[in-house]
């Protein structure tokens, strides 16, 4: 069972740089979510999807961009990263639609910016 | 002021203590609750639901009261397994039903 699949794992990347973060999910969820890590921070919402064709911003999206491609996927941008962006990265998904559901995760990408 | 406040330990305990944990949210139109596990290095995984009459899985116990707007997480004869962050978890419909999560509360399980 994939569940959510996150790409890359790892990335380094220098100031300045773009990358995008790719996320998929194989369990027919509505909603999918990308958060942010750092430590004594906790988890932070990036940005939200609560359906196909729906993006909204969280907590902390400036920085950031995200496409919901289809249903199954949704994808984080860094257009020029920076310093502050360095942290550990999970997309989620869960289905139902009055979130009372279990969210997954995905495994995390861990970016370094330097 | 962050919408999930917990306490964020460490807390240290021999095998087979009581322990429990605590968290406040800030949002009166939270609907839904949930305990979280967090793993050193990996991605966070639902622990368990807490409904409204309290519920209890094996050794874990948790309770809401929505007055005081409050949630509880009761762990009943510690393993060494329960080594772990507890992430105490809150949504809303506000933001799509996003999971806004506390900070933690890590728990360190010793022989």
């Known amino acids: 069972n994939a569940g959510v699949t996150q790409t890359p794992k790892f990335q380094v990347l220098k100031t300045g740089q773009s990358m995008t973060l790719q996320c998929a999910q194989d369990m027919n969820h509505n909603s999918m979510y990308w958060y942010r890590q750092d430590p004594g921070m906790g988890l932070r919402l990036i940005y939200y999807s609560a359906s196909e064709g729906t993006t909204d911003k969280g907590e902390v999206p400036n920085g950031y961009n995200v496409s919901r491609l289809n249903k199954r996927e949704f994808s984080l941008r860094l257009e020029s990263a920076a310093p502050s962006q360095t942290s550990v990265y999970f997309c989620a998904s869960r289905g139902g639609q009055d979130g009372g559901t279990e969210a997954f995760f995905g495994q995390g990408t861990r970016l370094t910016v330097v | 002021r962050k919408e999930v406040e917990q306490d964020p330990g460490p807390f240290n305990v021999p095998e087979g203590a009581t322990v429990a944990f605590n968290c406040t949210y800030s949002n009166s139109a939270s609907q839904s609750f949930f305990w979280y596990r967090q793993d050193c290095r990996k991605e966070p995984k639902l622990l368990m639901s807490?409904?409204?009459s309290g519920n209890e899985d094996g050794r874990f116990t948790a309770q809401l009261n929505r007055a005081s707007q409050y949630i509880s997480l009761l762990i009943r004869d510690s393993k060494l397994s329960d080594s772990a962050t507890y992430l105490c978890v809150v949504n809303s419909a506000n933001s799509g039903y996003a999971l806004n999560f506390g900070k933690g509360t890590s728990l360190l399980v010793t022989p």
């Open positions: 807490v409904y409204s």
